[in-house]
């Protein structure tokens, strides 16, 4: 695809694009027999009143403190209650190593069957995950599995953690459990999630064939979109978040969020952000919400300096200037998203910092681009905010690179380091750290 000729816009050649290598397999920092070491001292009455607050949906996890004393460290036990499991397996995002699908399996405890699995985690860490159970004879489909992939897929086939209501969901609105130990930032604004179980794949909770997703069944509050994109010729779908009535005084910031399906209709962002704007966490912002299509579409589109990012630049831009009240200057635009999203985000930057002068970069995915030399050439004119967990090993070092590349220039750039993988259970609610930072209502995040 082409990139449309726009005044002000970064001039090709762009640099080339690279493709994925997988990282190292991660050491998973299991405690066998930690939490057997207490099952086995308790008497008959203990262990039933322990195993009834399981079932009543408490207690689950369990988070001690860590055995060897460390204030930054605790001891994480998840459970599985199932007399009909063979095997048992947690995959927490990017905490399942190919080479030792032991260190996930869950311990039996010999008891009704009664599963259990610690891990020694930092106190704040924050993940998404799944349990998956293989029952009958033969081997868990994570141990039959030869490679990686396969592996890993088979280990996260299963469903949400029926002991722990705390939910989330994933890019098709699929259902997840999330741990959040205490130490993680507070989110008290946080709104409960709505996700789908039977959410589609491969178009992400949609049909591409009808120009987006529904515009007004599942997104209740919020304005739907429907507008053009002229490079690519097809429709898209935005959905449109305004702050509560009375709490702005004139034009408000403009937040331009990638993969706004997920926002929208799965993550609830239009309840998350009328808490916050209630409780000053941030300032009243109009937020659009932008929808990806398909997994097709969103890797072709999104992953590159042309495509959602020129779309965003000629069509959907000026058309929201005109639609909202909120400020039409650069500094008072801000683009944000999470992964391919949080790469385009910067390209938006780089490309047309004369439109958009603010990007919160979410696990932006700079393996595939080395925005170095494009960023160095507007950091004079823009901000820049990014966030990489420390359990995506690739995309944490990459984007170190990049901050370490640009803080030398005199860039407005900051660094969060998150303990948290590849993962929507985090970029859910960094989103609101990361916007309370930059619009001055939080300080700064220390890398």
Not at 404 to 427: M, R
């Amino acid at each position: 695809m082409n990139a449309p000729s726009i005044p002000g816009a970064m001039p090709e050649p762009f640099p080339a694009p690279r493709d994925p290598v997988p990282g190292p397999a991660p050491s998973i920092p299991v405690l066998r027999g930690h939490f057997r070491s207490s099952w086995d001292g308790w008497g008959p009455a203990r262990r039933d009143a322990f195993l009834q607050n399981l079932a009543g949906g408490t207690g689950a996890p369990l988070v001690d403190p860590a055995p060897d004393g460390r204030s930054t460290h605790r001891a994480v036990t998840f459970f599985h209650l199932d007399p009909a499991a063979s095997a048992v397996i947690l995959s927490a995002n990017a905490l399942v190593n190919h080479l030792d699908v032991s260190a996930s399996e869950f311990e039996w405890l010999g008891n009704c069957g009664f599963w259990a699995l610690t891990y020694l985690m930092p106190a704040d860490w924050e993940s998404g995950y799944r349990v998956t159970v293989h029952t009958g004879p033969g081997p868990a489909p994570w141990r039959a599995a030869k490679e990686r992939r396969p592996i890993r897929m088979a280990a996260d086939a299963g469903g949400p953690d029926p002991l722990n209501p705390l939910l989330g969901a994933g890019m098709n609105g699929g259902p997840t459990s999330v741990v959040r130990l205490p130490a993680a930032p507070s989110a008290p604004w946080l709104a409960t999630v709505s996700p789908r179980p039977f959410a589609g794949s491969p178009a992400m909770g949609g049909d591409p064939s009808e120009g987006g997703l529904p515009c007004s069944e599942d997104a209740p509050g919020l304005e739907c979109l429907r507008v053009t994109d002229s490079g690519a010729g097809r429709v898209r779908t935005v959905w449109l978040y305004s702050p509560p009535p009375g709490s702005a005084t004139g034009p408000t910031p403009l937040l331009l969020l990638h993969d706004g399906q997920v926002w929208a209709k799965y993550l609830n962002l239009k309840a998350t952000l009328d808490a916050a704007v209630g409780a000053g966490v941030v300032p009243a912002i109009h937020v659009a919400m932008i929808d990806s299509l398909d997994v097709e579409t969103r890797s072709r589109e999104l992953s590159g300096p042309t495509g959602t990012v020129d779309f965003v630049a000629v069509d959907l831009l000026p058309l929201l200037r005109r639609h909202l009240t909120v400020r039409t200057d650069a500094p008072g635009t801000i683009v944000s998203g999470a992964s391919y999203g949080g790469l385009a985000s910067l390209w938006q930057l780089a490309r047309h910092p004369h439109l958009v002068g603010v990007a919160l970069a979410q696990s932006p995915s700079l393996w595939r681009y080395d925005l170095a030399r494009p960023l160095r050439d507007v950091v004079d004119r823009v901000t820049i905010r990014l966030q990489a967990g420390i359990y995506e090993p690739d995309i944490h070092e990459t984007t170190q690179r990049l901050y370490a590349d640009l803080v030398p220039l005199g860039a407005d750039v900051g660094l969060c380091t998150v303990t948290g993988g590849h993962d929507w259970a985090w970029w859910n609610t960094w989103l609101i750290h990361g916007l309370a930072e930059l619009l001055d209502t939080a300080p700064s995040c220390s890398s």
